[in-house]
């Protein structure tokens, strides 16, 4: 769900979102809602053109992007053990 925020962050568009991360764009829809629903905030601004952050979504994207830094620098550690 983080993944596919921070995504559709910098893309503007769940179907770039998608494709970029290899997922039906009802997949990356719904991952998005369910992370809405888990915060309990909108997180974007939905458009004809794309996808806008919010001020909530403003406010949380640089802590899932640190959230994910983390996750990704674990893995490396894993793969290295």
Same mark, same amino acid.
């Given at each position: 769900m $983080?993944? *596919?925020f921070v995504t559709c962050a910098r893309t503007g568009s769940v179907t770039r979102t998608a494709i970029e991360l290899g997922y039906? *764009? *009802?997949s990356i829809s719904d991952q998005i809602r369910q $992370?809405?629903?888990h915060t309990r905030r909108t997180l974007f601004q939905r458009t004809p053109g794309g996808m806008s952050l919010t001020e909530a979504g403003r406010r949380m994207l640089p802590l899932a992007q640190d959230i994910l830094l983390r996750m990704d620098f674990l893995s490396r550690c894993e793969e290295k053990h």
């Amino acid at each position: 769900m $983080l993944r *596919a925020f921070v995504t559709c962050a910098r893309t503007g568009s769940v179907t770039r979102t998608a494709i970029e991360l290899g997922y039906s *764009a *009802a997949s990356i829809s719904d991952q998005i809602r369910q $992370l809405e629903v888990h915060t309990r905030r909108t997180l974007f601004q939905r458009t004809p053109g794309g996808m806008s952050l919010t001020e909530a979504g403003r406010r949380m994207l640089p802590l899932a992007q640190d959230i994910l830094l983390r996750m990704d620098f674990l893995s490396r550690c894993e793969e290295k053990h």
